[in-house]
């Protein structure tokens, strides 16, 4: 029988999702606790498939995968969650065809982005990114532009919400290529700060006469919230599950903040907010 699961991790301390040598990774806590649970015997022969990676320091509220099982009575998220460390649970899992693959027949994925601050115009963002949104080529937003091929996405939604001082950034698109969402917060963040203009966004999206690199913004910002697929999937969500995850991540919140506030008292400058 092949199983989904839900997957939510706190990626600070992890070498990002896809298993390593020798490197803690989201995946390879998840191999050793399907292992020793018995409902799978190792990745490849559970043919083990996941809805995409992300990279190091990237976090996920609805990173999907997927595996074979003989045990499908045991590939429930709270019998996975015990053997899992409290920065990785499983939250829902679903009984799905026999050819599902997570990453192949995703329809869309959506990531957020944090930013933290008030030296933005957020009109000027909420107007720029109108830019973004259709089929373009994204060239100008992929780390190691040689190696992608096949650029053009299609961005079907940008929002931007204020909240104090967290600017969040919802974008969804058919899939993304590698930084592109860390880019496209970047090029925002330079609009929205007077740094360059729209003209200067347009033109990044027309690589065969402009060529630029662009630094992604920082990992730890981004989320992995949602992937969508066109089949319907019979969710069966953990509501004991859930609450331990908020639980942990306002655990993980609270001592940020109280790290951040130490780190304001110890080093008191015109620098103290950049802490955060």
Same mark, same amino acid.
């Given at each position: 029988?092949?199983?989904?699961?839900?997957?939510?991790?706190?990626?600070?301390?992890?070498?990002?999702?896809?298993?390593?040598?020798?490197? &803690?990774?989201?995946?390879?806590?998840?191999?050793?606790?399907?292992? =020793?649970?018995?409902?799978?015997?190792?990745?490849?022969?559970?043919?083990?498939?996941?809805?995409?990676?992300?990279?190091?320091?990237?976090?996920?509220?609805?990173?999907?995968?997927?595996?074979?099982?003989?045990?499908?009575?045991?590939?429930?998220?709270?019998?996975?969650?015990?053997?899992?460390?409290?920065?990785?649970?499983? #939250?829902?899992?679903?009984?799905?065809?026999?050819?599902?693959?997570?990453? %192949?027949?995703?329809?869309?994925?959506?990531?957020? @982005?944090?930013?933290?601050?008030?030296?933005?115009?957020?009109?000027?963002?909420?107007?720029?990114?109108?830019? +973004?949104?259709?089929?373009?080529?994204?060239?100008?937003?992929?780390?190691?532009?040689?190696?992608?091929?096949?650029?053009?996405?299609?961005? =079907?939604?940008?929002?931007?919400?204020?909240?104090?001082?967290?600017?969040?950034?919802?974008?969804?698109?058919?899939?993304? +290529?590698?930084?592109?969402? %860390?880019?496209?917060?970047?090029?925002?963040?330079?609009?929205?700060?007077?740094?360059?203009?729209?003209? #200067?966004?347009?033109?990044?999206?027309? &690589?065969?006469? @402009?060529?630029?690199?662009?630094?992604?913004?920082?990992?730890?910002?981004?989320?992995?919230?949602?992937?969508?697929? &066109?089949?319907?999937?019979? #969710?069966?969500?953990?509501?004991?599950?859930?609450?331990?995850?908020?639980?942990?991540?306002?655990?993980?919140?609270?001592?940020?903040?109280?790290?951040?506030?130490?780190?304001?008292?110890?080093?008191?400058?015109?620098?103290?907010?950049?802490?955060?």
């Amino acid at each position: 029988m092949r199983v989904a699961l839900k997957i939510a991790y706190i990626g600070s301390n992890f070498r990002g999702s896809q298993v390593q040598l020798n490197d &803690p990774t989201v995946e390879g806590e998840l191999f050793k606790a399907l292992k =020793e649970l018995g409902i799978i015997e190792d990745p490849r022969s559970a043919n083990f498939r996941t809805s995409g990676r992300t990279d190091s320091g990237v976090h996920a509220m609805g990173q999907v995968v997927a595996f074979d099982t003989d045990a499908p009575n045991l590939a429930m998220p709270r019998v996975i969650n015990s053997i899992l460390p409290g920065t990785v649970w499983a #939250w829902a899992h679903a009984i799905v065809p026999d050819n599902f693959d997570p990453r %192949r027949h995703a329809l869309s994925r959506s990531y957020r @982005y944090i930013v933290y601050g008030e030296q933005f115009d957020i009109s000027k963002i909420r107007s720029a990114s109108k830019l +973004l949104i259709g089929s373009h080529d994204f060239a100008n937003f992929c780390t190691s532009r040689g190696e992608c091929k096949g650029t053009v996405r299609i961005v =079907e939604r940008i929002d931007i919400r204020v909240s104090g001082n967290l600017t969040r950034i919802d974008v969804e698109a058919n899939s993304f +290529l590698w930084n592109m969402v %860390r880019k496209i917060v970047s090029a925002l963040m330079m609009v929205g700060s007077g740094v360059r203009d729209e003209e #200067w966004l347009a033109q990044m999206l027309d &690589p065969e006469s @402009y060529e630029e690199g662009l630094e992604p913004a920082q990992a730890y910002g981004l989320v992995l919230m949602d992937v969508k697929y &066109p089949i319907p999937l019979e #969710w069966v969500e953990d509501g004991y599950a859930i609450r331990r995850a908020h639980e942990r991540v306002h655990d993980h919140l609270v001592r940020y903040r109280v790290m951040a506030d130490i780190l304001s008292h110890l080093f008191p400058s015109e620098s103290s907010d950049e802490l955060l």
